[in-house]
């Protein structure tokens, strides 16, 4: 099991950013190298590509707040 991180974005320990989107379903194959979501802080968004194949476990909803370098899915 992976686990697929909110990036750390910023010095400021606390703070937080939001998934706008992902674009595979719970539990859908995700292969390494796929876009697998959009994530926003401080204005600036930022892609995440997947560092392995497996099933995607979304841990957090979209547009939820989540602070940086949190466990946000894995990949099984």
């Known amino acids: 099991m992976n686990q697929i991180l909110f990036p750390v974005m ?4 606390e703070a937080k950013g ?3 989107t ?3 379903d719970d539990g ?6 796929d876009l697998i979501a959009e994530i926003a ?7 995440i ?4 194949s497996g099933v995607l476990r979304v841990l957090v909803a979209e547009e939820e ?11 099984e």
């Open 65 to 75: 707040a989540v602070i940086q370098g949190a466990v946000i899915g894995r990949i």
């Open 10 to 13: 910023t010095e400021d320990a």
């Open 49 to 52: 590509k997947a560092e392995h």
């Open 18 to 20: 939001v998934i706008v």
């Open 28 to 33: 859908e194959q995700v292969e390494v190298g």
């Open 41 to 47: 802080m401080d204005k600036v968004d930022r892609e």
């Open 22 to 24: 992902w674009f595979f």
